[in-house]
């Protein structure tokens, strides 16, 4: 009996030995893996998988929510105006546009649709060029440059529209093919009027008087269809005196003085009035090696060089061909260069010179470093924006440079005004560029109209000057964020 009883008493605790080994197998498979949902009933076990965001987790993907990384593959356009609507594709951004920002060179834009794979949005006021950036949901993504595009409007600033020769205040006043403009340090413009043989002086009031000449004639205080105008440091200002084939120099008391040439047409390299030009056109100042000096395109296809610092006035071929009448597009070193009717010229922020080399419908880029000659912009005739290496011109005629490296330029046969910024993009700011359209329409810059314009200067404050030549008229150009 007692034997019986000991048996019975074992088979009891095996079978209750059995019941616990099969809950705690149990309690150890839910703690080794909670992929049913379940929390570990231990959360001090360490190999124990926890629901929510735990750096101990040995599965995070198991329970916590799954987060994709946003990518971001294209821009469309990278260049534009303001309020320009511009799409960013990629992947991963989700579509709440709460989590969403989109900059332009650090100023926020407007987001206006976001989907998975693509976000909208409005280029803001002001953005200026630089590159755009995003933040999604806490991940930060660098897209390329946007080009940011000013607008502009235009308005006349003086003369009527009418040819004449009058004085008198902003549009009441009259011209007659204006051609040219400099401005002193006082901020007065001085117009070549060309047809009326006259500088013309425009006060920051808009009170336009005659400043010399308006005679036509070879004398003294005469002048024959003068072109191009430049001015130096001590607001002297220099003429090309294109009719007589000279270049005179007018202080700022208005006294005058002949530096070179109007001894006849022809090419000669000589000292002073010994000198001969043919229709001096553009006329810079500037310096060089040799000094402070005096640039001169003219007619016979050639930049040539006036010296300054010895008052002897020594001219000689600085850039083209040392024989008369040898027009051709060639760049290489400063003799072998060649050009077809260079016209105005400015200086970019390298030192560089740039022409407007009209026939060729090119702006080409003199290095005076290097004594070099090479294409800066343009090449073929006709009107296309975008890269300066594949821009087109029709008949440039005068250039503009501003303290940011824009070059302004007047393509006079397609009657608009051009920029090329400082990363070489060329963008059409003013008027309808066609040949065939030719007006007078002030306005909006797409809007505006031009009639044949010569000559352009940026001006201190970001507005820009024109010479409307064939509407009589100064133009203005404004432009506005």
């Known amino acids: 009996m007692k034997t019986m009883k000991t048996m019975k008493t074992i088979g009891i605790l095996r079978a209750r030995d059995i019941f616990l080994l099969l809950v705690l197998i149990s309690l150890a498979l839910s703690c080794g893996s909670d992929d049913n949902g379940m929390d570990c009933p231990d959360p001090t076990n360490a190999n124990c998988d926890q629901v929510g965001e735990d750096p101990q987790d040995d599965d995070p993907q198991d329970d916590d929510p799954v987060v994709l990384e946003p990518t971001l593959s294209s821009v469309a356009p990278v260049t534009g105006p303001k309020h320009t609507e511009v799409v960013i594709t990629g992947e991963n951004f989700g579509t709440d546009a709460t989590k969403v920002s989109v900059s332009f060179n650090g100023t926020p834009g407007e987001v206006l649709e976001v989907t998975d794979r693509e976000v909208t949005v409005r280029v803001p006021v002001g953005a200026n060029t630089g590159p755009i950036t995003m933040v999604v949901d806490g991940f930060d993504l660098t897209g390329p440059e946007f080009v940011y595009e000013l607008t502009y409007t235009v308005e006349t600033f003086a003369g009527s529209g009418e040819e004449g020769y009058e004085e008198g205040s902003g549009t009441e006043a009259k011209f007659y093919r204006p051609n040219d403009l400099v401005m002193d340090s ?171 080399d009209y026939l060729n419908h090119s702006i080409r880029a003199i290095d005076q470093s290097a004594g070099t000659v090479e294409r800066f912009a343009g090449g073929d005739i006709g009107h296309l924006d975008g890269n300066r290496s594949e821009a087109k011109f029709r008949g440039p005629s005068d250039i503009s440079m501003a303290g940011d490296g824009t070059v302004y330029i007047v393509d006079s046969e397609n009657n608009c005004i051009r920029h090329i910024d400082s990363r070489g993009n060329v963008t059409t700011i003013a008027g309808v560029p066609d040949p065939e359209v030719k007006g007078y329409k002030n306005g909006t810059g797409d809007e505006a109209q031009f009639h044949w314009p010569t000559g352009v200067l940026y001006g201190r404050e970001g507005e820009i000057y024109v010479a409307d030549t064939f509407n009589n008229a100064i133009r203005k150009i404004i432009p506005l964020e």
Do not use: C
């Open 186 to 356: 006082g901020g007065n413009i001085f117009v070549v009027d060309r047809g009326n043989n006259a500088i013309r002086k425009i006060a920051p009031d808009g009170n336009v008087t005659t400043f010399a000449g308006g005679v036509l004639g070879s004398g003294e205080g005469q002048f024959r269809f003068p072109r191009g105008l430049a001015i130096d440091s001590d607001d002297n200002i220099y003429v090309a005196d294109s009719g007589n084939h000279r270049i005179v120099k007018v202080d700022p008391s208005g006294d005058w003085t002949l530096i070179a040439g109007g001894n006849g047409i022809g090419y000669v390299n000589a000292q002073g009035t010994a000198a001969k030009f043919r229709f001096p056109t553009g006329i810079l100042v500037g310096e060089d090696a040799g000094g402070s000096a005096l640039y001169v395109s003219e007619d016979n296809h050639a930049i040539r060089r006036i010296s300054l610092d010895d008052d002897q006035y020594l001219v000689g071929t600085y850039a083209g061909p040392t024989i008369a009448n040898q027009p051709g597009d060639r760049d290489g070193d400063l003799v072998r260069a060649k050009f077809r009717i260079p016209q105005g010229m400015g200086r970019s922020g390298d030192g560089s010179i740039l022409v407007a």
